[in-house]
């Protein structure tokens, strides 16, 4: 069975700091990772990664792959109050179809 | 605002009952998906759509089903509810599908059932 693993579970921080989420996975056909925000309701998309090695940015967030040890880290800087939330990680089945999802990792950012 | 949108926000209804669940995706999209959320299970995939058939199955119970019509919106049925279908239940939508390579999903906004 596909498994999704986030840590920590929970992170209080103040503004300012630095975070690093996790994500390992253990799934039978791996076509990409994703990240979520989850605010109030609806998950929003952050970023797909498909390679190893290759880091995607977005402001303050970045992300990279490790396909040989099965892991995806999600790093904040200089976090804001705004960047409260719960994390998502999903990854894509090989057929492009399904999304298996981790627990998730809730972030609150203390001002 | 992702585009996609769900009907109705809330549903509060009884142990037996029946209700269904609407879904129109962004414009442009020909696939669906279904997703339950609750506090125990985290975010499970139900089923998909992808232009009217139905594309894959992930844990969805026999007491749900799903269909998606010609304009493309979906619908999903939720029949002899029990205390524990108390979930938000979320709809995305994708361009393709999983033909178009690595196409994202685009959640709308949830809609929370509560079985009382």
């Known amino acids: 069975e596909d498994k999704v693993v986030q840590s920590p579970l929970s992170l209080v921080v103040h503004e300012g700091d630095t975070v690093t989420l996790n994500c390992s996975y253990e799934?039978?056909?791996?076509?990409?990772l994703l990240w979520y925000k989850q605010e109030k309701k609806a998950p929003t998309f952050l970023f797909m990664l498909t390679s190893s090695g290759i880091e995607k940015k977005s402001g303050r967030l970045s992300s990279i792959l490790d396909k040989k040890e099965l892991f995806s880290i999600l790093n904040i800087t200089a976090t804001q109050t705004g960047d409260s939330a719960v994390y998502l990680c999903a990854v894509l089945d090989n057929a492009g179809n399904m999304l298996t999802f981790g627990g998730g990792t809730r972030l609150m950012v203390k001002p | 605002d992702s585009g996609v949108t769900q009907t109705p926000k809330h549903l509060i209804t009884a142990t037996g009952q029946r209700v269904t669940l609407r879904c129109s995706p962004r414009?442009?999209?020909?696939?669906v998906y279904w997703y339950q959320q609750s506090l125990d299970q985290g975010l499970q995939f139900l089923i998909q759509?992808?232009?009217?058939?139905?594309?894959a199955k992930g844990n969805i119970l026999e007491r749900f089903s799903a269909q998606q019509f010609p304009d493309l919106h979906s619908e999903l049925n939720l029949s002899s509810l029990e205390l524990g279908d108390s979930a938000l239940y979320f709809c995305?939508?994708?361009?393709?599908?999983?033909?178009?390579?690595?196409?994202?999903?685009?959640f709308g906004p949830g809609t929370r059932l509560t079985v009382l």
């Open positions: 759509y992808y232009n009217g058939e139905e594309r």
């Open positions: 799934v039978t056909n791996f076509r990409s």
């Open positions: 995305a939508s994708s361009v393709a599908g999983g033909l178009a390579g690595t196409d994202t999903q685009y």
């Open positions: 414009s442009g999209d020909l696939s």
